[in-house]
């Protein structure tokens, strides 16, 4: 089976261009979720998908990041226009069907922004 | 969400059972301990998960007090495979998910 899959695995830009990160989930996996860890930081928590839906976009640092998941299957998450603190890791990690208790949540190898 | 502290290193001989600590002083009533490990350029992987008393799996042990107030992460016998970073989390399972934060970790260096 394979795992969560992320595209690209690094990105460089310059400010004020845009980014759009993809997330491939785990096939049958209802719930997704994006995470980044800035330079020294913790890993912090961004949105949580389920299928289609943004369940919880508490962690989305302001409205220069977009999350979609059309179709309920791979997602994108979008920076525009890409500031110097947006440089970091960023994790999509997805997790079993909605209603399950088995939450195990499997991450992907991380995308590293580079905002030059 | 419940706030962990755990060491922020720890070093070990191979073949050495190690144990992590990790409290977790606010945990609520629905809170579940979760541990993830990760290595350098890859996303966490979840190892085990806890509600109370003692969990154990292929991989590691779990022990969790009557009170809750901390847990203990046990890897028995460890290689130089196991040298990463260990993560405890706290969070409530609420429809099939576990919102997370993810505190500094423990970054755990195996000795040969």
């Known amino acids: 089976e394979a795992g969560v899959t992320q595209f690209p695995s690094h990105s460089v830009i310059e400010k004020g261009q845009t980014v759009t990160l993809r997330c491939d989930p785990i096939s049958g996996h209802d719930n997704l979720y994006w995470y980044r860890r800035v330079m020294g930081k913790e890993i912090k928590f961004l949105l949580h998908f389920v299928k289609e839906s943004k369940q919880d976009e508490s962690g989305m640092p302001n409205n220069r990041f977009l999350a979609e998941r059309t179709g309920g299957t791979y997602s994108t998450l979008k920076v525009q226009p890409a500031e110097l603190e947006d440089s970091g890791v960023y994790f999509c990690?997805?997790?079993?069907?909605?209603?399950?208790?088995?939450?195990?949540?499997?991450f992907g190898p991380g995308t590293r922004l580079t905002v030059l | 969400l419940a706030k962990t502290t755990q060491p922020i290193s720890m070093d070990s001989y191979e073949g050495q059972e190690v144990n992590i600590t990790c409290s977790h002083n606010n945990i609520a009533t629905n809170d579940y301990i979760t541990w993830y490990q990760q290595f350098p350029s890859q996303g966490p992987r979840f190892i085990i998960q806890g509600y109370k008393t003692k969990v154990t799996n292929e991989v590691a042990s779990l022990f969790i007090p009557a009170d809750r107030k901390s847990s203990t992460l046990s890897l028995p016998r460890v290689s130089l495979s196991d040298t990463a970073v260990y993560y405890c989390?706290?969070?409530?399972?609420?429809?099939?998910?576990?919102?997370?934060?993810f505190g500094t970790g423990t970054k755990l260096q195996v000795i040969p």
């Open positions: 989390l706290v969070g409530e399972l609420s429809g099939g998910y576990q919102k997370v934060t």
């Open positions: 990690a997805s997790s079993h069907r909605a209603g399950s208790y088995d939450n195990e949540q499997f």
